[in-house]
């Protein structure tokens, strides 16, 4: 009772493609309609706001506040991360930091497609590990999903999605337990290291000071080849000279321009010209 039984035919997911395109500037591939189907069915059938996907379509096209868009991109964006996921990341920005804290007029660090914010706090704790706390330091954190940012600023996070992630030191330092719920909440002095802000990487970026490391791990995977130029290009500007852009262990740059120098482990380095 309640499940949709109707299927999205295949002019309708293009037009649904083409209205996530433009509110997220992500691609939806062919093969993706079964999700969007699926995922879309919480709102459309028997006892549910909408009869059928034209009359959701429609809505959403029409929505003049902006909350059944924002609910249409949160639905069909995938989050999923953990504390310190790929560790020889951490490690090299650990490095880093080591070499450039006490140079550096300053440190920008990006986590660009932060979803729940364990990236971005990974980061702040490895810079407060480090020493960095006293350094003008900031961590910038953005997503397309308004859902997932509101999460992460808040900061808590339920035992079940830490456990085995991060060591009983760490959290006794950088987080606060609460037994009653059952979960941890970052502390004051990692959160505000931290900005959440919204961002579409296909939009303009607003940046006045360039970064020295960027996280894009596994977010490139939403963008056919030329808007991963585009996206790689403009983030190039947006790093100091001898920067390092950081992407997924399984991603590959191979067929993309870009003017980046490919190190190990998916870490991609600015040189001069």
Not at 108 to 137: H, N, P, V
Not at 213 to 230: T, W
Not at 245 to 268: A, C, D, M, P
Request: aromatic share 16%.
């Amino acid at each position: 009772m309640g499940i949709s039984t109707e299927e999205l035919s295949e002019s309708l997911f293009k037009k649904l493609a083409v209205l996530f395109k433009k509110n997220s500037g992500i691609n939806l591939k062919d093969y993706k309609k079964y999700l969007v189907e699926y995922r879309l069915q919480k709102f459309v059938g028997e006892g549910k706001p909408f009869k059928d996907f034209h009359s959701y379509y429609k809505a959403v096209e029409a929505d003049k506040t902006g909350k059944l868009r924002t609910e249409f991109v949160n639905s069909l964006t995938t989050n999923y991360t953990y504390f310190f996921r790929e560790e020889v990341h951490f490690r090299f920005l650990e490095h880093y930091l080591s070499r450039h804290a006490s140079i550096e007029p300053y440190l920008r660090f990006w986590s660009a497609g932060c979803s729940s914010g364990e990236e971005a706090y990974s980061m702040a704790i490895t810079c407060l590990e480090q020493g960095a706390a006293q350094k003008d330091i900031k961590i910038l954190a953005t997503d397309i999903s308004l859902k997932v940012l509101t999460f992460a600023s808040e900061g808590v996070y339920h035992y079940s999605k830490i456990k085995g992630n991060l060591s009983d030191s760490t959290l006794r330092k950088y987080f606060i337990f609460h037994a009653d719920k059952k979960n941890f909440q970052i502390k004051e002095e990692v959160k505000q290291l931290v900005t959440f802000r919204y961002l579409n990487l296909m939009d303009p970026f607003p940046f006045h000071k360039r970064f020295d490391i960027v996280f894009l791990r596994n977010v490139l995977i939403y963008f056919d080849s030329q808007e991963k130029e585009i996206i790689l290009e403009k983030i190039w500007e947006e790093i100091k000279e001898g920067g390092y852009l950081i992407l997924g262990l399984s991603e590959s740059l191979v067929g993309i321009r870009h003017r980046f120098t490919q190190l190990k482990y998916s870490i991609n380095r600015k040189d001069s010209p």
